[in-house]
């Protein structure tokens, strides 16, 4: 079973819902193997980097509400977050431009450790406050799944996986993706959103099936 997974890295509910995925696929006794590859979908391409703005400050000014209310809804998502077990830690968030991320998954795909780089630099960005648009933190993350830190620093370099990453965003759009998470089993069937784990057991159940 192949399934893509369309996500950005400043997206708290795509986070949510990789490990909505992930427990789907746990409790579902599948008949064959699980193939996941993270695609890449900027929600905001024009994202400078990070210039200490805490994410309440920067939510407040986007969407045109309080303070108060930002946090609010931040804290709904980081509640939301530890019923699956994820601690999300919106304090020492660092909001950025997330384009390199999206290069170091490409490489990592190629290799055959994107999901791995995918959760890794996740769990950088929401628990452990780490700004992923800095390269060095980002050529750090991936040495920690065993990944060759020079090659890929080099391939950074002369930007190999930038066309990749583009090639996959104006693929989201023509297949008409506006948001994500976006999930596509076996090119056949899709969830939009980070769906409950019985929303997803029952989406592979079908998937197999067929």
Request: glycine content about 6%; overall charge negative; proline content about 2%.
């Amino acid at each position: 079973m192949k399934i893509e997974v369309w996500s950005d890295f400043a997206c708290p509910y795509c986070y949510l819902g990789e490990k909505k995925l992930e427990k789907a696929i746990a409790e579902v006794e599948l008949k064959s193997p699980v193939e996941i590859t993270f695609r890449s979908f900027q929600l905001n391409v024009d994202a400078g980097s990070y210039n200490g703005q805490n994410i309440n400050t920067l939510i407040s000014k986007k969407y045109g509400i309080t303070l108060d209310e930002a946090k609010a809804a931040n804290d709904n998502i980081v509640s939301l977050a530890a019923e699956v077990g994820l601690n999300f830690d919106f304090e020492h968030l660092k909001p950025g431009n997330t384009a390199l991320a999206h290069e170091v998954l490409k490489f990592s795909n190629s290799i055959g450790k994107g999901n791995e780089v995918a959760k890794r630099i996740f769990a950088a960005y929401f628990e452990e406050g780490i700004d992923i648009g800095d390269k060095n933190n980002l050529l750090e993350l991936a040495e920690e799944v065993d990944i060759d830190k020079n090659t890929l620093q080099l391939d950074l370099k002369l930007e190999k996986y930038t066309s990749e990453v583009i090639k996959d965003q104006n693929e989201a759009i023509q297949l008409g993706i506006t948001g994500v998470p976006f999930f596509i089993i076996d090119n056949k069937y899709s969830i939009s959103g980070a769906q409950s784990v019985d929303y997803f057991k029952k989406a592979l159940e079908k998937a197999m099936e067929d």
